[in-house]
């Protein structure tokens, strides 16, 4: 049973505008959280991450919302480029546990 | 990503033969895994080693197994394999202490004809 959900399997968003990326987790012994984002032929590579003694977490052009009572949590890209466009997914892990589990992953597309 | 190296990155095999995966990574760290990714699923845990000779499984393990006798070498072996496990494998490692990021290669991409 998948206990990180990423329930929208694809976003298209406008280069400029708003993407927001969003996931639920079961599992309530996770407290660190991460986004990656992967291309085509590549490996995942890690871009943000927070823990759960915060409720958001800022880098750049991406931000990272926790809400632990709802069990969700969302990624922010402002403004969205066309270099962004890629597979995202959400992981979690509980503390110290050195395990991830992973989301089905959302792929973005920006437009022109 | 520079430190790992997983070989071959890609293979076509066929049902029932053994197959086996490398991944080499050049930074000296304790915690190695192997994830497959699959269209639906995202990245699932096969298994993963937190130091020489000690592995243990994740969620996915059934048909594979895994081997390190070195600190930068971690193996993964399709004992027979099976359609089922046609997939791309990742190799990943973790540079930091309790909550970090796992760092991974670029794939190996695996069918089984």
């Known amino acids: 049973d998948q206990q990180v959900k990423q329930n929208s399997p694809s976003l298209s968003v406008q280069e400029g505008r708003i993407s927001i990326l969003n996931c639920d987790y079961t599992n309530s012994m996770f407290d660190y959280f991460l986004w990656y984002k992967k291309y085509p032929a590549e490996g995942p590579t890690f871009l943000i991450s927070i823990s759960s003694i915060k409720d958001k977490n800022e880098d750049g052009r991406f931000t990272v919302f926790l809400n632990k009572s709802a069990k969700h949590l969302s990624l922010h890209i402002v403004p969205s480029q066309p270099g962004d466009s890629a597979v995202y997914f959400c992981?979690?892990?509980?503390?110290?546990?050195?395990?991830?589990?992973f989301g089905a992953g959302t792929t973005v597309t920006v437009r022109a | 990503d520079a430190g790992i190296t997983q070989s071959p990155r890609h293979k076509v095999t066929e049902t029932g033969t053994p197959v086996t995966l490398r991944c080499h990574q050049t930074?000296?760290?304790?915690?190695m895994y192997w994830y497959r990714q699959d269209p639906g699923h995202g990245l699932r845990l096969i298994h993963y080693?937190?130091?020489?000779?000690?592995?243990d499984k994740g969620e996915v393990s059934d048909g594979y197994s895994v081997s390190r006798s070195k600190t930068e070498d971690f193996l993964l072996t399709l004992e027979s394999a099976t359609s089922s496990q046609t997939s791309v494998y990742f190799c990943a490692i973790c540079r930091g202490q309790g909550n970090s990021p796992l760092h991974f290669g670029n794939g190996t991409r695996l069918t089984v004809t």
């Open positions: 992981a979690a892990s509980g503390s110290n546990d050195y395990k991830l589990s």
């Open positions: 080693s937190y130091g020489v000779k000690d592995t």
């Open positions: 930074e000296n760290h304790r915690y």
